[in-house]
Nanobody, 128 residues
Framework: QVQLVESGGGLVQAGGSLRLSCSAS????????MGWFRQAPGKERDFVGA????????YYADSVKGRFTISRDNAKNTVYLQMNSLKPEDTAVYYC?????????????????????WGQGTQVTVSS
């Protein structure tokens, strides 16, 4: 069992930046693909991005590509989501998630059902 705890959310003006962190319990963090998702009120949970186990490969949704960056520090059991040039439409609860599969295709990494563990979420609000 892995416990994930997000932090770093808050209120920011459009054009601003935030960095979210997700800390994981346990000693197997480096064996998980880590993903970030977000959910706005009344909407489905959407894929934001993901990072493979070594941290060398990342994937992003088109809506955040070029503005958001995912990184991970396996020594600290932490994955980060750096969000720049924030827009009001980025307002949502942001969740990190862990996929314990041996291998996941690039396409599958965008599917919430693929992930085994989830954090409680952190609110990000971008004002116009």
């Amino acid at each position: 069992q892995v416990q994930l705890v997000e932090s770093g959310g808050g209120l920011v003006q459009a054009g601003g930046s935030l960095r979210l962190s997700c800390s994981a319990s346990g000693s197997t963090f480096s064996t998980y693909i880590m993903g970030w998702f977000r959910q706005a009120p009344g909407k489905e949970r959407d894929f934001v991005g993901a990072i493979r186990k070594s941290g060398s490969i990342t994937y992003y949704a088109d809506s955040v590509k070029g503005r958001f960056t995912i990184s991970r520090d396996n020594a600290k059991n932490t994955v980060y989501l750096q969000m720049n040039s924030l827009k009001p439409e980025d307002t949502a609860v942001y969740y990190c998630a862990a996929d314990r599969s041996f291998f996941t295709t690039t396409q599958a990494m965008g599917l919430p059902a693929r992930y085994d563990y989830w954090g409680q979420g952190t609110q990000v609000t971008v004002s116009s």
